[in-house]
């Protein structure tokens, strides 16, 4: 079984039949995913209907191309739901879904950089042909802003002597691995909750 066939939709039913109530309606799915929302509010359209649907990941754009290539009432653009204005200006639209957040296919694909729980090269990019890989973007960023970063974005509380430990790694030998840099936070981290990974925090920041 693949696994866009694994991934489970969260309140499928429940986010679709709050939003799609015009058949005739244009609609946007702004994080289409593995296209579980887009398919049901499809089912929900009459033939004029229109749904635009949003990813920054490649493979999801891959299979929402899949799904254009058989209804012509989709369209799609590989970007972020945040640029939909600049798409949708001529249009008006009846209803907008964002279901945010990393989805479950990108964090078991090691390849993607996204888990601790498994090895992959440190990238965490949702679109990975654009912009600066964590890897990369670990190799300059200053202490304090990483400081910043990981106590904002992942209120961790150790986030000092997580930053100060990470620059003074990277100095001797740049970051790579996602279990490595794992590794490193881990040693930083003292009383963090029974069965929760102590680089959990930091990881969700740095995503």
């Known amino acids: 079984m ?16 709050a939003l799609a109530g015009k058949p005739q309606g244009a609609y946007v799915d702004g994080t289409f995913g593995r296209g579980g929302h887009s398919r ?3 089912s929900q359209l009459g033939e004029n209907g229109q749904l635009w649907v949003f990813d920054k990941d490649p493979r999801a754009i891959a299979t929402a191309r899949e799904l254009a290539a058989q209804d012509a009432r989709v369209r799609v653009v590989h970007d972020s739901f945040k ?3 600049e798409y949708l200006l001529a249009n008006s639209v009846d209803g907008v879904l964002l279901d945010l ?3 479950s296919p990108q964090i078991d694909q090691a390849e993607r950089g996204f888990s601790f729980r498994q090895d992959g ?25 990483l400081v910043r970063v990981i106590k904002e974005y992942g209120e961790e509380r150790f986030a000092k002597p997580i930053a100060k430990a990470i620059v003074a790694r990277r100095e001797q030998k740049p970051f790579e691995r996602t279990l490595d840099l794992a590794n490193v936070v881990a040693g930083q981290v003292r ?9 959990t925090r930091a990881f969700q920041a740095i995503r």
């Open 40 to 42: 049901l509010i499809l």
């Open 101 to 103: 957040g990393v989805s």
């Open 2 to 17: 693949s696994q866009a066939q694994e991934h489970l939709t969260v309140m499928l039913h429940e986010a679709v039949d």
């Open 83 to 85: 640029t939909m204005s």
């Open 191 to 199: 009383g963090y909750e029974k069965g929760q990974n102590p680089a």
């Open 121 to 145: 090269p440190l990238d965490m990019r949702m679109d990975n042909t654009r912009g600066l890989s964590a890897a990369q973007w670990l190799q300059q960023v200053s202490e304090a802003e």
